[in-house]
């Protein structure tokens, strides 16, 4: 079964600092990885979608990449602002079509 | 707009109370899913879709049901819910069986006491 990790479950930084979220799988057997933020109250937003055979992908400020043989994504997002604030979430799609997710990270970026 | 519609937004029932969960997307997608999200779990998949009529287990399928008659509704039916039912369910839905970004509705609190 896959098994999902994101250290930290929080992260708290200033204004303008770079944030450096971490997503840790188990099985590289993957379709593909997504990164979702959640807003309090809300449902998912999809962020960035890699495909198994990519090594990064890249929209505006948030950068991801995935690293299959090592069983790692990294989600990066530049001159964080206050906006960031939320829950983000990576998900694993195996190729048996199920979709695993992490717990996530809350990120609260000060002012 | 594009969108994925789920009903109701809050449900407080009790324990043995048949129940159903609506979902329905208007992007004519292939595919659709259900999960529930707890507090330190994540989101955990309950039932997956890949067409009409085309239904299979997530990781935690027990005390749910499910069905795809029409391709825009996805339904999530607890035929005798319990406490530990209690949860916070979210629809989605995307083209194909994995390549495109998922869309997820606002989500479903169910409270069963």
């Known amino acids: 079964k896959q098994e999902v990790t994101q250290i930290p479950a929080a992260l708290s930084v200033p204004e303008g600092e770079n944030l450096v979220l971490n997503c840790s799988f188990t099985?590289?057997?993957?379709?593909?990885l997504q990164w979702f933020r959640q807003d309090p109250g809300k449902g998912l937003t999809s962020l960035l979608l890699?495909?198994?055979?990519?090594r990064e992908q890249t929209s505006g400020r948030l950068n991801a990449s995935l690293d299959k043989s090592s069983g790692r994504s990294t989600l990066y997002i530049a001159a964080s602002q206050p906006g960031d604030s939320a829950t983000y979430l990576c998900a694993v799609r195996r190729n048996d079509y199920k979709l695993s997710f992490g717990a996530g990270t809350t990120v609260t970026v000060r002012a | 707009e594009a969108q994925v519609t789920q009903n109701p937004r809050y449900l407080i029932t009790v324990t043995g109370k048949k129940l159903t969960v609506t979902c329905s997307q208007n992007?004519?997608?292939?595919?659709m899913s259900w999960y529930r999200q707890d507090p330190g779990l994540g989101l955990r998949q309950i039932y997956y879709s890949m067409n009409v009529e085309v239904t299979d287990k997530g990781d935690v399928p027990e005390g749910y049901k499910v069905s795809r008659k029409e391709k825009r509704n996805f339904p999530l039916i607890l035929e005798s819910p319990s406490p530990n039912q209690t949860s916070l369910y979210f629809c989605?839905?995307?083209?194909?069986?994995?390549?495109?970004?998922?869309?997820f509705g606002n989500g479903t609190r169910l409270t069963v006491t």
């Open positions: 890699i495909q198994s055979s990519q």
């Open positions: 099985d590289s057997a993957i379709y593909n």
């Open positions: 992007m004519n997608h292939e595919y």
């Open positions: 989605a839905s995307s083209y194909g069986t994995g390549g495109i970004h998922l869309h």
